[in-house]
């Protein structure tokens, strides 16, 4: 049976028997892609929990967990320290409360079926960092964290809850939007400086709900008709139509 042909659970449970773990990565959609694990609970008592962290492709997210769990087997007590994975920064970790857990890692209840794991949420460094990570040791709160409010409240834009965004890492990393354009009805492109310049590695596609929580001045892009433009300086300066 190959992994095409396996069902979840299965699919869990032999990469569990065969690695000791497995990795669920939930694709975004309204809310950000997260990724967290299955199966170190019975090796360390809690699981981890990546949420976010768009600067890193999906394999390479898989590679920071398979090297933070290769750091634990050494020296467990790397866990409160940080650990450095060359070439994709240095990593530090937070207990995650509960009220995150219950919401997100539905998975990890389900396999034990427990209602309380202890979990900790990977962190990465400054460099790396970008604003669609929350702290997850705080209680969650979707006014503190607009950009993962999508967990448990009702979108409540005129555009399509899975709209998208291509835009550029130094917008994720705080940078503000500069420029932008609606091209279809869920489909913006919005960057942090001239659009032209920004390389093909410095893109990403988000969510749209990731963009408005990270800036709330973007809202205006809502309304905008398709096909429209519109530039600005920088964030405290009113938007103009483009062209």
Do not use: C
């Given at each position: 049976m190959n992994k095409d042909e396996m069902s979840f659970k299965e699919l869990i449970q032999t990469n569990i028997d065969?690695?000791?773990?497995?990795?669920?990565?939930?694709?975004?959609g309204i809310c950000p892609r997260f990724a967290y694990s299955?199966?170190?609970?019975?090796?360390?008592?809690?699981?981890?929990?990546?949420?976010?962290?768009?600067?890193y492709l999906a394999d390479q997210v898989l590679e920071i967990f398979n090297e933070i769990v290769n750091s634990l087997k050494v020296n467990r007590a790397a866990l409160s320290q940080r650990i450095v994975i060359d070439a994709l920064g240095e990593f530090s970790f937070l207990p995650v409360n509960q009220s995150w857990s219950k919401m997100m890692l539905l998975g990890v209840f389900d396999y034990?079926?427990?209602?309380?794991?202890?979990?900790?949420?990977?962190?990465?460094?400054?460099?790396?960092?970008?604003?669609?990570?929350?702290?997850?040791?705080?209680e969650w709160s979707g006014t503190a964290?607009?950009?993962?409010?999508w967990l448990n409240c009702k979108w409540n834009y005129?555009?399509?809850?899975?709209?998208?965004?291509?835009?550029?890492?130094?917008?994720?990393?705080?940078?503000?939007?500069?420029e932008l354009m609606r091209w279809e009805q869920g489909e913006w492109e919005m960057f942090a400086?001239?659009?032209?310049?920004?390389?093909k590695k410095d893109i990403r596609v988000v969510p749209l709900g990731t963009i408005l929580g990270i800036d709330n001045t973007l809202?205006?892009?809502v309304n905008?008709?398709?096909?429209?433009?519109?530039?600005?300086?920088?964030?405290?300066?009113?938007?103009?139509?483009?062209?």
């Open positions: 065969q690695y000791g773990y497995h990795v669920t990565i939930v694709e975004q299955i199966g170190l609970y019975r090796q360390f008592n809690f699981e981890l929990v990546f949420p976010g962290g768009i600067y034990y079926k427990k209602t309380e794991i202890e979990v900790y949420q990977i962190v990465p460094d400054a460099t790396h960092f970008t604003y669609d990570i929350p702290d997850m040791s705080k964290e607009p950009v993962w409010q005129s555009v399509p809850e899975i709209s998208t965004v291509i835009t550029n890492l130094d917008a994720l990393q705080g940078e503000p939007i500069t400086g001239p659009g032209p310049e920004v390389q809202l205006p892009v905008l008709e398709i096909g429209k433009g519109l530039w600005r300086t920088d964030k405290d300066s009113d938007w103009q139509n483009w062209g």
